[in-house]
C-alpha cells in the first residue's frame, strides 16, 4: 500500500517541480536546464509533458495498484487491473533502466523534443 501511495506522491510533486523550476528542483540543484534542439531554454509546457510521460507508467501503477489492493477489502478484485499494475511498474522500470544505458537523453527526452545541457 505504501509503494501506491509513493506512486501517487512522487508525480505530483515530480510535475509541480517540474513546472515551478522548468524541469525540476532536482535538475536545478544539480544545474542541469532543459532545452530545445535549437539551445533555448524549454517551455513550461514542453517541461511539464516531459514529466507527464517520464512518469505516466508510475501513474497508471499507482491507479491500477490503488483499485486492485484497496478495492478488494470492499469487492472481489480485479485482474486486469492487477495485470495494468504490473505491466506499468514493468515499463517505469525500463524506462529508468533505457536512462542508465543511454545518459544522454531518455525517452522522455526524446519524445518531447528536450537535452539535458550543464548550465
Known amino acids: 500500500m505504501a509503494i501506491v501511495v509513493w506512486l501517487f506522491g512522487a508525480p505530483l510533486v515530480a510535475l509541480v517541480s517540474a513546472v515551478v523550476c ?69 515499463v517505469f522500470v525500463i524506462g529508468a533502466l533505457y536512462a542508465i544505458v543511454d545518459t544522454e537523453r531518455g525517452i522522455q527526452d526524446r519524445i518531447a523534443g528536450t537535452y539535458l545541457v550543464l548550465k
Open 22 to 90: 522548468r524541469g525540476g528542483l532536482l535538475l536545478r540543484m544539480l544545474g542541469i536546464a532543459l532545452v530545445t534542439q535549437q539551445g533555448a531554454e524549454a517551455g513550461r509546457g514542453r517541461v511539464f509533458l516531459r514529466t507527464a510521460i517520464a512518469w505516466l507508467p508510475a501513474i497508471g501503477a499507482a491507479a491500477a495498484g490503488f483499485y486492485a489492493f484497496v478495492e478488494p477489502l470492499f469487492e472481489e478484485q480485479d485482474a486486469a487491473l492487477l495485470g495494468l499494475f504490473w505491466v506499468s511498474g514493468t
